[in-house]
């Protein structure tokens, strides 16, 4: 048998059909639902007198429009479009019977936290979601794809997506990540080297010391942006570090089945001499706390740069460049430390989860957000918040000045009511800084938690590395 990557092995282990064009039919294990991406494809089952195929590994939760603050289960909290999703995905999982987790269920949250949490996301399974940021289970070696409402519809019904099988791409990040350094700022450096196309076309394994070193937290935080890199999926080979997140969480399989799921999720990695269609190498000490600086995710400098000139690239990107500036109403050879902030938002699914709030706490302890400062902290799941007040990690943030908020995706896209205004200027945990992300005309610089909880207190960009 000739040697195999990680994505080959979990393809060839779901592949039910391929025909002679090479279209593929793959066996889904999971499959997560929010309220935007589902209303259609439901309807689409109604109006053809279809049921969900598996209803049992079908997971729905309301994330992108629920309000964050207190009284959201009000109808009232929500603009009428948003009361609409959500109160359709409602019926929807009481009429096809699925696992649901409504607005007021401590173990509701966002889609991407919630399925890993639940113990839903396992090593070597399909995973589906209508959601681009699908990616984020993958790093539990679980191929997991961001689908479009109709796939929706096709899976509901079917528990298959037809695909094309993908290249295969190694991201290996050699050694150790120096001190301030973490998951946020390796998933942006990648796409920093590698552009937002880099990727197109491939599923990304992310490998090395520096990524085995990783938490779960942190190993998500990396995949979830793959897909901002233009990959399909993104891909973390599971070891012990994976074994001891799921063990006993909830839908995680126990005694017998826990051995052999086992028995599977052991067989899980690159072969040595597997064939890889493109390889990109980084160097863990190379890795400097970043942010962005314009609107794309690969607008990523190291902290200690300035604000490039559009003319240092070449063909589209100049322009580009020059529009991103001037949305973002920068300077070119402005000190990225001299530009000053007015909101800080820590949550989404890139880092809403315990550690990414812990590495905030930690920055924040004793401090105080500058004046004037609008800051929040938006658990990824009402587990998360529920662990960070018993961890007294919500009390520093509150002394700090910060807003401590209900889950949800927030202010990560402008879909509910936590939005920035125009002009605003944000240091955001969140995975994108496209124009008019966090709201109309809003300007966003992705970072990881300590950097923005650094920012928060000093008012502008900060190296979290004079924190201390
Ligand atoms: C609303 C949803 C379809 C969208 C996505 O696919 O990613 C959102 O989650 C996002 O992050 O932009
Ligand atoms: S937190 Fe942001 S990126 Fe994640 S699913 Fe919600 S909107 Fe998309």
Not at 42 to 65: C, Q, S, W, Y
Not at 174 to 185: C, E, H, I, N, S
Not at 382 to 397: K, N, T, Y
Request: aromatic share 6%; glycine share 10%.
């Amino acid at each position: 048998m000739s040697a195999k990557t990680l994505y080959d092995k979990i393809w060839d282990a779901h592949l039910a059909h391929e025909a002679e064009d090479g279209t593929c039919l793959l066996y889904i294990d999971r499959h997560l639902v929010h309220e935007v991406t589902s209303p259609q494809a439901f309807e689409g089952l109604r109006m053809a007198g279809r049921f969900v195929r598996a209803p049992d590994k079908t997971i729905a939760v309301p994330d992108h429009n629920v309000p964050t603050t207190e009284g959201r289960e009000n109808p009232e909290a929500m603009t009428e479009d948003s009361r609409i999703q959500v109160a359709a995905l409602d019926k929807n999982a009481k009429d096809f019977g699925i696992h649901y987790y409504p607005v007021d269920d401590v173990r509701q949250g966002i889609v991407h936290i919630v399925g890993p949490e639940q113990g839903w996301t396992l090593p070597g399974m399909t995973v589906v979601c209508g959601d681009s940021h699908t990616a984020t289970h993958g790093a539990f070696g679980a191929l997991a794809h961001g689908i479009g409402t109709s796939e929706v519809e096709h899976v509901l019904a079917t528990q298959t997506l037809i695909q094309r099988k993908g290249k295969n791409m190694k991201v290996e990040i050699t050694g150790k990540l120096r001190p301030g350094v973490t998951a946020k700022d390796i998933t942006l450096s990648v796409i920093g080297a590698t552009g937002t196309a880099g990727g197109t076309g491939y599923v990304i394994e992310y490998c090395g010391e520096a990524i085995r070193d990783l938490s779960m937290e942190g190993r998500m935080t990396v995949c979830n942006m793959a897909i901002e890199g233009g990959a399909r999926a993104g891909l973390i080979a599971p070891d012990e570090t994976t074994y001891q997140y799921i063990k006993g969480r909830p839908h995680a399989p126990k005694g017998g089945q826990w051995e052999q799921a086992m028995e599977w999720w052991k067989t899980l990695y690159s072969d040595d001499d597997a064939h890889w269609d493109k390889v990109v190498t980084i160097k863990g000490e190379e890795i400097a706390p970043v942010v962005t600086w314009g609107t794309s995710p690969e607008d990523v400098l190291p902290i200690t740069e300035t604000v490039p000139t559009p003319e240092s690239f070449s063909g589209g990107k100049v322009e580009a460049a020059r529009r991103a500036l001037d949305y973002m109403g920068l300077a070119p050879g402005q000190k990225l430390t001299d530009i000053e902030i007015d909101t800080v938002f820590i949550g989404s699914c890139t880092n809403g989860r315990i550690e990414d709030l812990r590495a905030a706490a930690e920055i924040l302890k004793g401090k105080k957000v500058k004046e004037g400062m609008r800051a929040m902290v938006v658990p990824g799941s009402g587990l998360v918040r529920a662990q960070a007040e018993e961890e007294g990690l919500a009390d520093i943030f509150r002394e700090a000045g910060f807003e401590w908020r209900l889950a949800g995706c927030s202010m990560c896209l402008a879909m509910n009511p936590d939005q920035l205004a125009p002009g605003e200027r944000c240091a955001s945990t969140s995975n994108r800084n496209f124009e008019g992300r966090q709201g109309y005309k809003g300007r966003t610089h992705l970072m990881s938690p300590a950097m923005a909880a650094a920012a928060a207190v000093t008012g502008h960009l900060t190296d979290v590395r004079e924190m201390t």
